[in-house]
């Protein structure tokens, strides 16, 4: 559990701080909602990784086992990467756009190799575990990248920052070199195939649109609060304590918390609680926007990020069951990347639509475009748990 907890740890911090933390303090300096949108675009090859994931099912690097390899070259890539990062703070900004995009190339390949490597060596009855490790992780790095960097931004400054996540990248790497990936590697219980089957497509093709509308209502709904809560006059630092550091914390005991919960409870009562929980913060937050009301904002965003958790664990959970067989990077890539590609354009357009419509009609569009894409990921997840348990 531990070199996977580390590794999502690495995931979280990096694209915490390249992502959510660049854009708070560009809009603290006065950059218009819509530009701070196009810094959505880092996140372009985490929904990209379906295009190169065969290359990650099919070629083995030399002297390491196959996943082990692809996940040592891209943390060494990303962690080099950063070392140049750090040194350019007054270059021009397509150059540190570019430099911040390549990292998350590497961050993103890592992370494919790594939820193959979970396919491969954990049994369905450990996966929920492996996700909660994964929310864990990417939470305590989100505490970091997200939160403290930002919150002691001014002390530290662009290169001290830079330089921590580097430095963590490289600390977390060290865990996973003896992980026992060709002992525990378990036999596939699917023929070998093309990884563009256009059976294969059609079967998954379903689950990646529904996964995307998913991503998309989420990222609506909470994913701008952070922007929300600076345009209600919330201080920067605040903001990022809140929606970095405070929020991460409380993802991490959520995915503590509903990884137990899937078990006890059960998958599709936990996402039926927590989504309503959700869809509650979304009209507080609607409410907070209105009356102009900065302290009930905070109370919306931190409910969103309660009940949120709540959602990771069974979800990611079954991205790991439909990603079942002899190319696990490529089918994740599939389920997780292209349905977060799918999200992107919302992802780069919701803050100019705030700044169009305002804060009030914003919410009030991604309340109900949230249900609904609940509701379709609900059914989706219910047939596929109903067809196993119908199965021999």
């Known amino acids: 559990m531990v070199p996977f907890l580390c590794l999502y740890v690495t995931f979280g911090t990096t694209l915490g701080f390249l992502i959510s933390g660049a854009p708070l303090i560009l809009r603290a300096r006065g950059i218009d909602l819509a530009e701070v949108g196009f810094l959505q675009l880092i996140n372009l090859p985490v929904g990209l990784t379906f295009l190169w994931a065969m290359l990650v099912d099919r070629l083995r690097l030399p002297h390491l086992p196959h996943r082990l390899g692809w996940i040592v070259l891209m943390q060494g890539g990303a962690i080099a990467l950063l070392l140049v990062l750090s ?15 390549a990292t998350c190339v590497c961050v993103a390949t890592m992370d494919i190799a790594l939820e193959a490597l979970v396919v491969e060596t954990v049994g369905p009855e450990r996966r929920p575990s492996i996700a909660s490790a994964k929310l864990c992780g990417a939470s305590l790095g989100g505490i970091v990248g997200a939160g403290l960097l930002i919150a002691e931004y001014d002390r530290l400054g662009w290169q001290g920052a830079v330089l921590a996540v580097a430095g963590l990248n490289l600390l977390c790497l060290l865990p996973m070199l003896n992980y026992p990936e060709r002992r525990l590697r378990r036999p596939s219980s699917e023929p070998p195939r093309s990884a563009l089957a256009l059976g294969r497509l059609r079967r998954l093709g379903g689950r990646v649109l529904v996964l995307g509308l998913y991503f998309a209502a989420m990222f609506a709904l909470t994913g701008s609060n952070n922007l929300a809560l600076l345009d209600l006059g919330v201080p920067l630092s605040e903001v990022g304590l809140v929606t970095g550091g405070l929020s991460s914390g409380i993802n991490l005991v959520m995915a503590l918390v509903s990884g137990v919960l899937v078990r006890r409870v059960g998958t599709i009562p936990l996402i039926t609680v927590s989504a309503l929980g959700v869809a509650a913060s979304g009209l507080l937050m609607l409410g907070a926007s209105a009356a102009g009301s900065p302290g009930l904002g905070i109370a919306a965003a931190i409910l969103g990020i309660l009940c949120g958790g709540g959602l990771g664990v069974p979800v990611f959970n079954m991205i790991y069951r439909w990603a079942q067989g002899p190319q696990p990077a490529t089918d994740y890539a599939l389920l997780f990347g292209a349905a977060f590609f799918a999200a992107m354009p919302l992802r780069v357009g919701a803050p100019a639509l705030a700044e169009a419509f305002g ?19 609900r059914g989706a997840i219910a047939r596929t748990l109903a067809a196993d348990r119908a199965a021999p």
């Open 87 to 101: 040194r350019g703070e007054t270059w021009p900004l397509p150059v540190l756009f570019g430099l911040a995009l």
């Open 359 to 377: 804060w009030p009609v914003y919410f009030a569009l991604a309340v109900p475009f949230y249900g609904v894409a609940v509701l379709l990921l």
